[in-house]
């Protein structure tokens, strides 16, 4: 069985502040329901309390979870600050799903072993925030903190980047050949051709596929190329290649479940 694990970072746009990406995540959406495509939607605390009647409505479809209250390197807080966005994070939730998260991705993919200790005492199953490789000229991005398994599992409470035996798994945001991600941005900028390439070089049985609510919007400024109805073209293209290839996709919850239940089984 492949798998591909297909989420979406749903927060504000860092250098507008702008809720535009989330009040138009229908865009995307509409794409992985053509696909049939199950997902994981990461929301900031902040999206979820401006808009929780989407939110509710987007959950008849799809899995949401948690990228912490507000987007903010988890490096530039302190613990107790972390635990304080996920306990609001978490009060939030149930308020209006009456029910816990499962998922939890940090911002900009920075997370350590101390924040895996908070994320069990709150009760989350799973983890999404690793990015294991990262291309060589490119590993200054603030997420990139060595390499670590490609594939779903359980870390190591003295170094989440090593097999251990926390029970919370860890879902990594795999790479491709030449380490690089499958990620909105860079399929964005670099087009689905060359990541149909890629997979002539490396076509492993997980991949993660992650992306920007706002990745569907048109914006304009840094880092803008490709955005909007290019993207979405390019977004409907690559579903339509995967399944060709033969992946299934995969929110995080039931990544989770079906390891539980050995129907997934992570490579050792």
């Not at 398994?149 to 980047?161: C, G, I, S, T, V």
């Not at 909007?228 to 690559?238: A, H, R, S, T």
């Given at each position: 069985m492949k798998i591909c694990f297909l989420s979406i970072d749903v927060e504000k746009k860092e250098e507008t502040s702008s809720f535009e990406g989330v009040k138009r995540l229908d865009n995307i959406l509409n794409i992985f329901k053509k696909h049939r495509a199950a997902a994981t939607l990461f929301v900031t605390g902040e999206a979820l309390n401006a808009y929780p009647d989407l939110f509710k409505n987007w959950a008849k479809d799809f899995e949401i979870g948690c990228h912490s209250y507000v987007h903010i390197c988890l490096d530039r807080i302190n613990i107790n600050e972390f635990e304080k966005q996920i306990k609001d994070f978490v009060d939030l939730y149930e308020k209006i799903f009456q029910q816990k998260p499962k998922g939890f991705r940090a911002p900009r993919n920075v997370i350590q072993n101390a924040h895996l200790e908070i994320l069990e005492k709150y009760g989350f199953a799973y983890d999404a925030s690793v990015l294991?490789?990262?291309?060589?000229?490119?590993?200054?991005?603030?997420?990139?903190?060595?390499?670590?398994?490609?594939?779903?599992?359980?870390?190591?409470?003295?170094?989440?980047?090593?097999?251990?035996?926390?029970?919370?798994?860890?879902?990594?945001?795999?790479?491709?050949?030449?380490?690089?991600?499958?990620?909105?941005?860079?399929?964005?900028?670099?087009?689905?051709?060359?990541?149909k390439a890629l997979f002539i070089f490396k076509n492993p049985h997980f991949i993660s596929f992650s992306m920007h609510s706002w990745d569907g919007v048109r914006f304009d400024g840094k880092g803008s190329y490709g955005s909007?109805?290019?993207?979405?073209?390019?977004?409907?293209?690559?579903l339509k290649y995967l399944r060709k290839i033969g992946y299934e996709f995969r929110s995080g919850e039931e990544i989770y479940n079906e390891i539980q239940k050995s129907k997934f089984k992570i490579d050792e």
């Open positions: 294991p490789g990262y291309p060589l000229k490119l590993r200054h991005y603030a997420g990139y903190r060595g390499e670590a398994p490609q594939e779903p599992y359980w870390p190591d409470k003295r170094d989440y980047r090593k097999k251990g035996e926390i029970k919370i798994l860890e879902i990594p945001q795999s790479t491709l050949a030449f380490d690089f991600p499958l990620v909105g941005t860079w399929l964005r900028k670099l087009g689905v051709k060359f990541f909007g109805e290019k993207y979405l073209k390019q977004l409907d293209e690559m």
